[in-house]
């Protein structure tokens, strides 16, 4: 047996039906005896991960170097926004560009993301790093790296020791936090960990633990939290999922102030697009933006819809970056025909009533409005 069926076994055993790949050298062949998921790109793969994290199964995700560019986001969302079950990416750098078009070092996005990286000095010793990945994601509330090569993956592997499958969970971040006391929290966590010691034949870098002494800043400290324009004709649509007890996933933009009273409706946000991937692994619901959905969650889209996966995707459609200034955004609809949404106006309230209910597979709703003018987002005290 070879570092990749050894590193195969232990993926099914940590994450059984939740390892999710974009398949690419040197970790194509892993993914395939792991019996992963393949997903449209790597973003949505680990947008998928952390949607299943949030409904508290542990998950997994397989790539290569240069995939790491494109998962960045989420990746270093997550570190802020925490988790419930542990994440792991498991990333294949080749830095002799044997078979890809750069020779990538990943080690850089740990302290770049704030995460840790772990690494098997043998190919035996893989079932350890894994567990040691998924048991700091657990302890830091973060996605762990694990760093594997070719020569690392194509080595044989002699007594294999039975390490057990990952246990512990991590937590979703307070949402009593404002954003930058949620970035505190996570420093101070890093922090308390900075003494952590790997087992033998595995080698850990840790996070930066340069962490503030000050308490986290929450929306108490501050005064007052953001909610959404007095005028805003998105506000029944909202009223409407918190009658119903439906939480979502939420986006970047105004789907974002959905996390906030008095609606509260949104369980976390890991980014710019990502709502869609993570609420079909989550709570079924995802709230974006019409933007967002242009500018990446369109993918997590099409790869949802191919999949038949159950999810409610409610499209906030405003014609406009609400949170970055208000420029232009072009009239979505055209560009998700292909998924049959229902358009309905915000101010329809029968037609809301009828549309805004959980789905049995992927399901498309435009809710379209006009943003007054010359309003910004309410502050509402505390």
Same mark, same amino acid.
């Given at each position: ?190 922090? $308390? ?45 909202? $009223? ?59 993918? $997590? ?26 420029? $232009? ?54």
């Amino acid at each position: 047996m070879d570092g990749e069926a050894v590193l195969a076994k232990a993926l099914r055993r940590a994450a059984p039906g939740r390892i999710f790949t974009v398949p690419g050298y040197p970790v194509t062949g892993c993914g395939v005896l792991a019996g992963a998921e393949i997903c449209t790109n790597e973003k949505v793969a680990l947008e998928y991960a952390l949607g299943s994290s949030l409904a508290a199964r542990p998950a997994a995700v397989l790539v290569k170097n240069v995939g790491m560019n494109l998962l960045a986001d989420p990746l270093v969302q997550a570190t802020a926004q925490g988790l419930r079950a542990p994440v792991v990416v498991v990333v294949g750098d080749d830095p002799h560009a044997r078979a890809s078009q750069a020779a990538q070092d990943s080690r850089p996005f740990g302290p770049l993301a704030m995460v840790p990286v772990v690494e098997a000095e043998s190919a035996e010793d893989l079932p350890s790093a894994l567990v040691e990945a998924f048991a700091l994601s657990a302890a830091l509330s973060r996605v762990a790296l694990l760093r594997v090569t070719p020569d690392i993956l194509q080595a044989e592997a002699g007594e294999v020791k039975d390490v057990g499958v990952p246990t512990g969970q991590g937590e979703v971040a307070d949402p009593a936090l404002t954003m930058r006391g949620r970035w505190a929290h996570a420093l101070q966590t890093a922090a $308390a960990h900075a003494d952590h010691r790997p087992p033998e034949g595995v080698r850990v870098a840790m996070p930066p633990a340069d962490a503030p002494q000050d308490r986290p800043e929450t929306f108490h400290d501050r005064g007052y939290f953001r909610t959404f324009c007095r005028g805003c004709p998105f506000r029944p649509l909202f $009223a409407l999922l918190e009658r119903r007890g439906m939480r979502a996933a939420v986006d970047a933009g105004c789907s974002l102030l959905a996390l906030n009273p008095p609606g509260s409706v949104g369980i976390a946000s890991y980014g710019l697009g990502s709502a869609v991937a993570v609420g079909a692994r989550a709570t079924g619901v995802a709230l974006i933006g019409d933007y967002a959905i242009l500018h990446s969650g369109i993918n $997590a889209l099409i790869d949802v819809h191919e999949k038949g996966v159950p999810l409610l995707c409610i499209v906030i459609e405003n014609r406009r970056m609400g949170m970055v200034g208000g420029s $232009a955004v072009a009239d979505i609809s055209r560009y998700l025909e292909w998924a049959r949404p229902s358009v309905v106006e915000a101010a329809d309230m029968n037609a809301l009533d009828r549309l805004i209910r959980p789905s049995d597979g992927p399901k498309t709703v435009i809710v379209r409005g006009n943003c007054p003018g010359g309003e910004s987002h309410e502050q509402v005290e505390c």
